[in-house]
Nanobody, 126 residues
Framework: QVQLVESGGGLVQAGGSLSLSCAAS????????VGWFRQAPRKEREFVAG????????YYSDSVKGRFTVSRDNAKNMVYLQMNSLKPEDTAVYYC???????????????????WGQGTQVTVSS
C-alpha cells in the first residue's frame, strides 16, 4: 500500500511559478507510475501530467505541455510537478496518484489509479 501527501500549493499571480511535491510512503514506490490530476470547481477531475515507474517516460496534457514538468526521485519516494507560466485556468485542487502500471506506461484515466493524496489548492490570480 502507498500513502501520498501533496504539498506546495498556494496563491500566485498569472505568469508565476509553483512547485508541487508528492511524498510517498512504502518501500515499493518505484513499482508505481504517478500521475498528477486537477479538479476545478464544477469540473471533472482531469489528467495533467504523469511519469513512469523509473522516471524514464513522461506525458502531459495539451493544456500544460511546455509549461509543466514532472519528475521523480525514487530514492526519496518523491514526485514533483514544476509549474511555470501559470494561468488563471490552472486554478484547481491538484492531486497526485499512484498506479501499478507496467514499465514505461502512463495512464490518463483517474479510475485506473489505485492510491490518491488529499490534494493541494493552487490558485492563480489574473
Amino acid at each position: 500500500q502507498v500513502q501520498l501527501v501533496e504539498s506546495g500549493g498556494g496563491l500566485v499571480q498569472a505568469g508565476g511559478s509553483l512547485s508541487l511535491s508528492c511524498a510517498a510512503s512504502g518501500r515499493t514506490f518505484r513499482n508505481y507510475a504517478v500521475g498528477w490530476f486537477r479538479q476545478a470547481p464544477r469540473k471533472e477531475r482531469e489528467f495533467v501530467a504523469g511519469i513512469s515507474r523509473s522516471g524514464g517516460s513522461t506525458y502531459y496534457s495539451d493544456s500544460v505541455k511546455g509549461r509543466f514538468t514532472v519528475s521523480r526521485d525514487n530514492a526519496k519516494n518523491m514526485v514533483y510537478l514544476q509549474m511555470n507560466s501559470l494561468k488563471p485556468e490552472d486554478t484547481a485542487v491538484y492531486y497526485c496518484a499512484a498506479d501499478v502500471a507496467p514499465h514505461f506506461t502512463i495512464r490518463t484515466m483517474s479510475n485506473e489509479y489505485d492510491y490518491w493524496g488529499q490534494g493541494t489548492q493552487v490558485t492563480v490570480s489574473s
